[in-house]
Nanobody, 124 residues
């Protein structure tokens, strides 16, 4: 089973940037689509972005398009999420997870265990 560990969260002001990292225990990025999810207080967990191992297709939720960029480093088994122009509504705990479906149009089917996540707080 793939183990994923998130890091890089923090507190920033609106308009600021953060870079999240997701370290995989094995060469998961070569074989699995992996995505970023977030959960705001009192809300359900939602998919933010994912990347496919086959053709590098990337999905972004409408709320983050143009502001977030997902990337991967297969050699280091690391997935990253560069978050720019952050807004208060981006606040939440961010998780990475393997997903069944990841292409430009959609992201779904998270499976495997969830890590502890990393907290992102955007506030003035």
């Amino acid at each position: 089973q793939v183990q994923l560990v998130e890091s890089g969260g923090g507190s920033v002001q609106p308009g600021g940037s953060l870079r999240l990292s997701c370290a995989a225990s094995i060469s998961a990025l070569d074989y699995y689509s992996i995505g970023w999810f977030r959960q705001a207080p009192g809300k359900e967990r939602e998919g933010v972005s994912c990347i496919s191992p086959s053709d590098g297709s990337k999905y972004y939720a409408d709320s983050v398009k143009g502001r977030f960029t997902i990337s991967k480093d297969n050699a280091r088994n690391t997935l990253s999420l560069q978050m720019n122009s952050l807004k208060p509504e981006d606040t939440g705990v961010y998780y990475c997870a393997t997903v069944l479906i990841c292409h430009v149009g959609s992201m779904a089917g998270a499976f495997g265990s969830w890590g502890q996540g990393t907290q992102v707080t955007v506030s003035s």
